[in-house]
């Protein structure tokens, strides 16, 4: 059964993105979705007119429509896109058995008592738009293990770092309360314990002890490497060799630096967001903690300390994830209502960020927890990670030239990175959850977009926006097939539902 669900998901994502990066061969018939891939017609009913929602994938076989399975599709894909890629049905396959296995392990794991926690636990389809969302490519250890959908908690594993070779900027201190047995003139620095099996630190004479496992268990959120450590009440951002959706995971030298720099310079910025949008949060990278013993250690053990949601949302408030609540039953009686709500809490800090302050967020689903009063309405935005967090025209003299290069982004670039996390990535999945028509919930989007552009005298780039030109669409399955970097993925056009009534 499990084997079923799992299948339907994968073949579900394949679909969604052939109709997303296959222009010119995809077309509406009735209540279907049609493309034509590999030379190939399919088909996939596409409840409220979205291909978030898609179910029943066939294929034409002469005159006769037969069920569409994801090894055909992968097979058809082949045929479709140029060159060849060896890894790519094994990469589809991992995904759907990650599936398979973690709605398994779910029929009997306790999910976390803590909301939050359990919404960051809830991603078990992934990315909706992505060819292996779950794949977990790592060559040791098994992934359930340390999986946040499968409920895990693990111990970290702890490591002595001797005071000479530790790298750090920031504040870190968190870290140090991590109740450890440290010899003198050492450092505590916590692993991954799944990034210690991979990358076997070099201990005894490398100036790095071996501690042994911490005395208490965190939390995997949904980015699979940055845990919750319920003691410390911080979130910790690891590095980890595991190939997730598009990228190994690891923490560049240049972007443990970043983060602590931009927290540094966010502040100000998320002070005046919140002064103007009052439910606007952020969360904060405040240090880094790593060890100097060459780049892949360095980058390998390297530890960002990320701020939690609690206490930042105050009382009666519950943040969640917005990637999970695009897979609940959301907007109670008067959806219409609750989605103005959300845009206007989730959209506009986003909008007021890049044109008043410069600054690009990436506010995809699964970088947003949304905090919702009790009655369930959205009335606070929480941003987080600064990876992808980036600047525009500031002045960034005396921060070194790679990490100052990895922190900006040209205005177009931003501008795009914006407009498809927000719209094509996050709003567009809430707004196919809510169960209202689409062209209300997009007019409603319009209104309250157009109101915040009178208000500051629409810049160019938000005219555009308004204008009903196509919006960039993020190319996952083209991006996987060329085994692209994830910093060189291509965008493809899609429709622009914002459309003023
Ligand atoms: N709609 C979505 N858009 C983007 N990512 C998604 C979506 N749904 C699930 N995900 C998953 O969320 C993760 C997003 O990766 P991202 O690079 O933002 O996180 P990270 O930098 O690894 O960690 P963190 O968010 O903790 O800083 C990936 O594992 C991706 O597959
Ligand atoms: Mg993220």
């Known amino acids: 059964m499990y084997i079923d669900v799992a299948e339907r998901a994968t073949v579900a994502a394949l679909f969604r993105c052939c109709v997303r990066e296959l222009p010119g061969q995809a077309f509406p018939a009735g209540a279907y979705t049609m493309v034509r891939v590999g030379g190939v017609w399919l088909r996939a009913l596409t409840g409220g007119g979205t291909a978030v929602r898609l179910s029943g994938p066939q294929r034409l076989t002469g005159s006769a429509w037969e069920p569409l399975t994801s090894a055909d599709l992968v097979e058809l894909i082949g045929r479709e896109l140029?060159?060849?890629?060896?890894?790519?049905?094994?990469?589809?396959t991992g995904s759907r058995k990650v599936i398979e296995r973690v709605l398994a392990a779910r029929a009997h794991a306790k999910p976390p008592a803590d909301p939050w926690m359990a919404s960051e636990q809830e991603l078990v389809f992934g990315h909706p738009f992505h060819p292996a969302p779950k794949a977990r490519e790592a060559v040791k250890g098994d992934w359930i293990d340390y999986a946040p959908e499968a409920h895990a908690t693990f111990p970290l594993r702890l490591l002595a770092v001797r005071e000479d070779l530790v790298v750090e900027e920031g504040d870190v201190s968190a870290v140090d309360r991590i109740p450890a047995e440290v010899p003198p003139g050492y450092r505590l620095l916590p692993v991954h314990p799944w990034q210690y099996?991979?990358?076997?630190p070099p201990l005894g004479d490398s100036g790095l002890l071996d501690l042994g496992w911490a005395d208490h268990e965190v939390l995997p959120t949904s980015s699979v490497r940055t845990v919750y450590d319920p003691l410390l009440d911080k979130?910790?951002?690891?590095?980890?060799?595991?190939?997730?959706?598009?990228?190994?995971?690891?923490?560049?030298w240049y972007e443990l630096s970043g983060a602590v720099?931009?927290?540094?310079?966010?502040a100000p910025v998320f002070a005046a967001l919140t002064e103007r949008f009052p439910g606007t949060r952020w969360l904060p990278e405040p240090g880094y903690r790593s060890v100097d013993l060459g780049r892949e250690m360095l980058e390998g053990l390297g530890v960002l300390v990320r701020c939690s949601p609690h206490g930042r949302c105050g009382p009666g408030v519950t943040p969640v994830l917005a990637g999970a609540l695009a897979l609940r039953d959301i907007g109670g009686g008067d959806p219409v209502s609750w989605w103005r709500?959300?845009?206007?809490?989730?959209?506009?800090?986003?909008?007021?960020?890049?044109?008043?302050?410069?600054?690009?967020?990436e506010p995809h689903l699964q970088n947003v927890l949304v905090g919702l009063d009790p009655a369930g309405w959205p009335v606070q935005a929480v941003f987080r990670d600064l990876e992808g967090t980036k600047l525009v025209g500031h002045d960034l003299a005396g921060v070194p030239g790679?990490?100052?290069?990895?922190?900006?982004?040209?205005p177009e670039k931003g501008w795009d990175r914006v407009v498809y996390c927000l719209v094509v990535n996050h709003l567009a999945e809430i707004a196919a959850s809510l169960g209202a028509p689409l062209e209300t919930l997009w007019g409603v989007a319009a209104e309250e977009?157009?109101?915040?552009?009178?208000?500051?005298?629409w810049p160019e780039p938000l005219r555009r926006l308004m204008s009903g030109v196509p919006l960039p669409a993020k190319a996952n399955l083209t991006v996987r097939w060329a085994r692209r970097a994830d910093r060189a993925a291509t965008y493809v056009p899609v429709a622009n539902p914002l459309v003023v009534a």
């Open 235 to 252: 979130c910790l951002k690891f590095s980890l060799d595991v190939r997730i959706t598009n990228c190994v995971r690891k923490n560049a």
């Open 449 to 457: 977009i157009s109101a915040y552009g009178d208000s500051i005298g």
């Open 197 to 200: 099996e991979l990358i076997q």
């Open 341 to 361: 709500a959300y845009v206007e809490v989730v959209a506009l800090p986003v909008l007021e960020a890049y044109f008043r302050h410069g600054v690009v967020l």
């Open 402 to 410: 790679e990490v100052a290069a990895a922190m900006t982004y040209t």
């Open 261 to 266: 720099e931009l927290s540094r310079r966010l």
């Open 82 to 92: 140029p060159g060849v890629n060896g890894e790519f049905a094994e990469q589809v």
